[in-house]
């Protein structure tokens, strides 16, 4: 298996910024995907990393490195509708997904 | 809608019965993808196919799970002589071809309960 961790749960207040992180033992990998799933929804892309450095998306930014085995998705401006689980995920034609990070967002 | 659609969304069943899903991906995706999450976990690889030709089965995928797409479009996944521990949530996912960093699009799932 690939050993991805994410932190199990976080908490923020609306408005802040919130850093989720995942590291991975595997240098396998064609990129590195995350998602959001809110409770009992599909998960829906957020964004990816091929190459090293950050990639910005609106509100959204994910970073890879791919030599310290480590990425983070960074929510900025967060909103209520932010509450929900983050799952980061190694591609190799398939996605090998960790188990998510439950993001709880209070007023 | 012209996203991934499952069907059926919810299916209750007893233990050593057959059942069956359909996944109809978008239209222009020619990989499609079977994965099943259980609660608090993130979904776990089933198999994939790129147009009719099935490319990789999990090694943890028991005999007992078979998937199709005859014709490169919609996709089936039996189950048969369904056990307890196969409850979970079965997701299908359809991406473009191309070199693995192509995002996948999911669908709303199927939710199977054995009693």
């Known amino acids: 298996g690939q050993n991805i961790d994410q932190p199990t749960e976080m908490t923020a207040t609306e408005g802040a910024i919130v850093q989720i992180n995942c590291t991975y033992q595997t240098s396998g990998f064609n990129g590195l995907f995350w998602y959001q799933q809110h409770a009992g929804e599909a998960p829906t892309f957020l964004s990816y990393?091929?190459?090293?450095g950050l990639e910005e998306k609106g509100r959204f930014s994910s970073f890879l490195s791919r030599s310290k085995g480590y990425s983070y998705l960074l929510l900025k401006e967060l909103q209520m509708k932010d509450s929900a689980s983050y799952l980061c995920?190694?591609?190799?034609?398939?996605?090998?997904f960790g188990a998510g990070t439950t993001v709880t967002v209070r007023a | 809608d012209t996203g991934v659609s499952q069907n059926p969304r919810h299916k209750i069943t007893k233990r050593g019965q057959n059942v069956t899903f359909r996944c109809d991906p978008i239209s222009e995706h020619n990989r499609l993808y079977w994965y099943r999450q259980t609660l608090g976990q993130g979904p776990e690889f089933l198999t994939y196919f790129q147009n009719e030709a099935q490319l990789e089965k999990s090694r943890l995928l028991s005999d007992r799970f078979s998937a199709e797409r005859p014709k490169g479009s919609f996709s089936t996944l039996e189950i048969q002589r369904t056990e307890q521990g196969d409850s979970a949530m079965y997701l299908c996912?359809?991406?473009?071809?191309?070199?693995?960093?192509?995002?996948?699009?999911f669908g709303d799932g199927t939710r199977l309960s054995i009693l």
């Open positions: 996912a359809s991406s473009v071809a191309g070199d693995g960093n192509q995002p996948q699009h």
């Open positions: 990393n091929v190459l090293d």
């Open positions: 995920a190694l591609s190799d034609y398939k996605l090998s």
